[in-house]
């Protein structure tokens, strides 16, 4: 079946200026997860929906990052005046309950470059 | 706070060599572990995991990886490297529906 997808896979921005990262999770799929990775920082989670529960917003390194999940499926991660620091591979996944835990599967990434 | 340690962020092997990647873990609970590979320019694909029901866990292409309690080790193998193996490995921990955290990342690199 279809997996994990993202939009767009690369992504070019301006200092400043305000942009709108898409993922679709695999049909069925309860949980969502955002993650950034970067050459300097690893692979960091940033946001985590499940279900109708409130986010998990623990990760979100500060207030110009948002995100939404509408109707419990497709998300849109948003970054408000971009910095250069903020330049990374976005990663999505979406995940089912296995047994004891969940199973995370990934999308290709967003690569974001902010000049 | 949980977290995993990779040693060598690089690893070289000959093709058709045994395949050993590190990790150790820290966690408060009994864990769950995954392990993912990267392609480049690609995202993650989940090799394997372990969720306390067998401690030898077998997982795609070959690989497979072994629960040490005792060691909070969670090391990948592979019994005959293939050139197609070359790629960038990641382990993870997490308590259950909940993030990931994640390694560092091993690139291994296989020569013929």
């Known amino acids: 079946g279809a997996g994990v997808s993202q939009s767009p896979s690369n992504k070019v921005t301006e200092k400043g200026k305000d942009v709108e990262l898409r993922c679709d999770p695999i049909?069925?799929?309860?949980?969502l997860y955002w993650y950034r990775q970067s050459l300097g920082q690893g692979l960091e989670f940033l946001i985590y929906f499940q279900g109708n529960s409130a986010p998990d917003k623990s990760g979100l390194p500060s207030d110009r990052f948002s995100a939404e999940r509408t109707g419990g499926s497709v998300s849109t991660l948003t970054i408000q005046r971009t910095q250069q620091e903020d330049s990374a591979v976005y990663l999505c996944?979406?995940?089912?309950?296995?047994?004891?835990?969940?199973?995370?599967?990934f999308g290709p990434g967003t690569r974001l470059t902010v000049l | 706070a949980q977290s995993v340690t990779q040693l060598g962020s690089h690893v070289s092997v000959s093709e058709g060599a045994l395949v050993l990647l590190r990790c150790n873990y820290s966690?408060?609970?009994?864990?769950?572990l995954f392990w993912y590979v990267q392609y480049p320019n690609q995202g993650l694909q989940l090799l394997l995991k372990y969720t306390s029901a067998a401690t030898l866990v077998k997982g795609i292409n070959g690989f497979e990886a072994e629960f040490k309690k005792s060691e909070t080790s969670f090391h990948l193998t592979k019994p005959s490297a293939h050139m197609s193996d070359a790629a960038e490995y990641f382990c993870?921990?997490?308590?259950?529906?909940?993030?990931?955290?994640f390694g560092t990342g091993t690139r291994l690199l296989v020569s013929p």
């Open positions: 996944a979406s995940s089912f309950i296995e047994g004891d835990t969940d199973t995370q599967y």
């Open positions: 049909s069925g799929h309860t949980a």
């Open positions: 993870a921990v997490s308590e259950g529906f909940q993030k990931l955290v």
């Open positions: 966690s408060s609970v009994p864990p769950y």
